[in-house]
């Protein structure tokens, strides 16, 4: 692409991850951090190891990244391309097309409460909500101006659940009317999380773009993923507008596959297409896109699955380069 395109693209690897946990101990260092903050973008493999205690890199890495660099919003396009078997009945490319924003920064994730009398049969457990004007109506806007910039159906609907998290949901909701006031070409629609996920199974179409919490948004881009072909197509942005944005792939690392050559590799690539939108390469991003289409509808790749794609995973990769 940076051929092609006539872009160049310094790309500095870094050592983080399972490996070097279990090596050093270390997750993510004070100084790596620092310089990562100087970085428009970061691409991000896949984390996740059996031999590490579940939550220690998720949250010591991931979450850490998303908090300290300020990644406010992730985005997660629900596209299902041509060729690509959809686990919903009589429903094709046309019907899944559909972008998630989430709030990325606050919410549950804050690890926000706390335990009293832990361990004892009067333990409590609290976990609280944060969400702020701020955090809400920075999240809001983005989603608005996405909506116009996509030139699709040019609706948003407010996920959440304003009949029982009647606080948090109601700031949500008032900080959304309040901002589609300023933007009267976007049609506004709101539905409870527990609606959503029966539409995006029932009637997908009718959506455009969504903009939801941090919890929501974590559950419904899962149910987004499956819907559009599974984790091996999906891919997501973790976005700061103004600074350093992440780039991944939705699904996790699958250490059983490690060494096989048998991996799905395309949510990885899209994931890469994401990132150079990002950094303003939009015609490379197309083009990857298109390659990744053209080998799902010739059939080229037969399957989505790890170990079924009829090719290996290097394959995979030198096919969807020869079609750019």
Not at 23 to 30: A, F, H, K, Q, S
Not at 113 to 131: M, R
Not at 163 to 179: I, K
Not at 184 to 191: E, F, H, R
């Amino acid at each position: 692409c940076a051929k092609k395109f006539g872009f160049e693209l310094e790309l500095v690897n870094y050592d983080l991850g399972a490996e070097r946990y279990l090596r050093t101990g270390e997750i993510l260092p004070d100084s790596v951090l620092a310089e990562l903050r100087k970085f428009k973008a970061i691409y991000l493999g896949a984390i996740g190891d059996p031999r590490v205690k579940p939550g220690i890199l998720e949250k010591g890495l991931l979450l850490r990244l998303r908090f300290e660099l300020d990644e406010y919003i992730n985005l997660r396009p629900v596209k299902l391309y041509p060729g690509v078997d959809c686990p919903l009945k009589d429903k094709g490319p046309e019907d899944i097309d559909l972008v998630i924003v989430r709030e990325n920064t606050e919410g549950l994730y804050t690890g926000s409460g706390g335990f009293l009398k832990k361990g004892t049969p009067d333990e409590v457990a609290i976990q609280t909500s944060i969400n702020t004007r701020k955090g809400v109506e920075r999240c809001i806007r983005y989603a608005f101006d996405y909506c116009r910039q996509r030139q699709k159906n040019k609706k948003l609907t407010l996920c959440g659940k304003t009949n029982v998290l009647t606080f948090a949901f109601d700031l949500w909701e008032r900080t959304f009317q309040e901002v589609a006031r300023e933007y009267p070409d976007i049609t506004t629609d709101y539905a409870h999380v527990d609606a959503i996920t029966m539409w995006l199974v029932k009637n997908p179409d009718w959506f455009d773009v969504i903009v939801t919490d941090n919890m929501f948004g974590d559950i419904i881009t899962d149910l987004g993923a499956m819907i559009q072909g599974g984790l091996g197509i999906a891919a997501g942005g973790n976005i700061n507008p103004q600074g350093t944005s992440m780039f991944e792939p939705i699904g996790g690392s699958a250490p059983k596959y490690t060494g096989k050559n048998v991996i799905n590799p395309l949510a990885a690539i899209m994931a890469g297409a994401m990132l150079l939108e990002f950094l303003g390469e939009p015609e490379a991003a197309r083009a990857i896109e298109k390659s990744v289409i053209e080998a799902l509808v010739t059939k080229k790749i037969k399957s989505l699955a790890a170990g079924k794609m009829g090719m290996g995973t290097d394959a995979v990769g030198d096919l969807i380069a020869s079609g750019i």
